[in-house]
């Protein structure tokens, strides 16, 4: 790439993610500062752009993963009060078995409950099988993509659950609820092992979310 397309792209890029902080700025009111919508941003572009194959669409979603992570710091940090549970699903690539419950959960709760996916080992992309097997059942997860495991997470999750071959939360503390569910490993399966999956996960989420809301108080 010629040095001087190369330095335009960095600025371009510079520029789209002060913008992007200024978004996040706005959507919180100034509960939370520019600077620190700024850190926030940049690392969350910095930690998609490890496993991103293409980097032309990474600072949508890392505005995106951006506002999710906010919200959760500002509950930590006790600047915002807590609207509704967290529950936060896990598995080595956030590509399958994660994504699927995670987009489960949400179709059900309707915003009863906050629900995120991540990975500590993700990948660039969810495959396209999965958002598929969701789509027989009417539930969308096109916008869904893959994210690492961070620390306000882990620490603002109430429920923790982890799937496929992840046994552990490593370098965080879990102050909510582990579970683990044997659901095995779907990378590379056939459709009818996604599907038996998704169906599996369907009726664990259903559970899961009477007793997460029994638990909330909100039923």
């Known amino acids: 790439m010629p040095r001087d397309l190369e330095q335009f792209e960095l600025l371009n890029t510079r520029s789209q993610l002060r913008r992007a902080a200024e978004h996040a700025f706005a959507f919180y009111r100034g509960a939370i500062s520019r600077e620190e919508c700024q850190q926030v941003i940049d690392d969350s572009y910095e930690l998609l752009g490890k496993s991103a194959r293409v980097k032309h669409h990474l600072v949508p979603l890392a505005q995106m993963w951006t506002i999710e ?80 495991l961070t620390d306000d997470a882990v620490r603002g999750a109430d429920v923790i659950v982890l799937l496929a071959d992840v046994a552990v939360v490593a ?9 683990r569910w044997d659901v095995g490993a779907l ?32 039923v």
């Open 69 to 148: 992570r906010l919200r959760r710091v500002g509950i930590l940090d006790r600047r915002f009060t807590r609207t509704a549970p967290e529950v936060l699903f896990v598995d080595r690539h956030d590509t399958h078995a994660a994504p699927m419950a995670a987009a489960l959960l949400a179709s059900y709760a309707r915003g009863r409950v906050h629900v995120s996916s991540a990975g500590d080992e993700p990948v660039s992309a969810i495959d396209p099988d999965v958002v598929r097997v969701l789509a027989d059942l009417g539930v969308d997860a096109g916008e869904a993509f893959p994210k690492p």
């Open 171 to 179: 370098g965080s503390e879990v102050t909510g609820q582990l579970l």
């Open 187 to 218: 990378e590379g399966q056939p459709y009818e092992v996604l599907e038996a999956a998704r169906d599996e996960l369907d009726l664990r989420v259903l559970r899961l979310l009477a007793d997460v809301l029994t638990t909330a108080g909100t």
